[in-house]
């Protein structure tokens, strides 16, 4: 049954004026996107499919182009829409952090994080830094590769702190494996660079690790700064 012969009140962008998007389910919003569906599947349905095919959200924005395109009724330029759409959220949360106190916004520095390591195949550690209001100065990749306490050298990591005349900084990296537990090398390694970078007058405020779709895990809320 298409979408349009379904109760009104029960159609996803009605829902949605109506509730907000938040009452939606992940398919429901997605349904939304995709906009029409396939001879003998609404929207919704495809919706549906293409959840259950990559397991997550997470994993849908990142599919490979051809893996994506591999599911009937989905093509290139429906792939181009949604990266599209995943470059405009990684945006508008990036102007989110250069505009305010990144402690008065924890979920949105959670949330860009995610989006910006959790799909990556590598290990990838980055540093976000801060001015003396906490606001975001800026965020570059330290480091691509395997992590040990020697794979990111604290010299360097000083360098840019002054180079980016930084008062405070906030350390992300991500475990391909799925699993947000800190190692033996990543608790040394957030010790030496804390070391290194107090005696320039630099806190490090927190090391986040992402590992898939759950919630990065905070070395400052597990006591570990």
Known sequence: MAISDWPEQERPRERLRIHGAAALSDAELLAI?????IKGKSAVDLARQLLSHFGSLQRLFHAEAGEFSAIRGMGIAKCAQLQAVLEMAKRALHEELTARDLFAAPA??????????????????????????????????????????????????????????????????????????????????????????????????????????????????????
């Open 33 to 37: 996107f995709l906009r029409i569906g």
């Open 108 to 225: 949105a520095v959670r949330d860009w994080l995610r989006l910006k390591l959790a799909h990556l195949p590598h290990e990838t550690f980055v540093a976000l830094w801060l001015d003396a209001q906490n606001r975001l100065i800026g965020d570059e990749e330290l480091f691509r590769g395997t992590l040990t306490q020697t794979s990111v050298y604290p010299r360097e990591v000083v360098k840019q702190a002054l180079s980016r005349n930084a008062a405070a900084v906030i350390f992300a990296h991500n475990h391909p494996s799925g699993v947000a537990e800190p190692s033996r090398a990543d608790e040394a390694l957030t010790v030496s660079l804390k070391q290194a970078l107090v005696l320039i007058d630099v806190k490090v405020l927190d090391h986040f690790i992402v590992a898939g779709d759950t919630p990065p895990m905070s070395f400052a809320e597990r006591g570990l700064l």
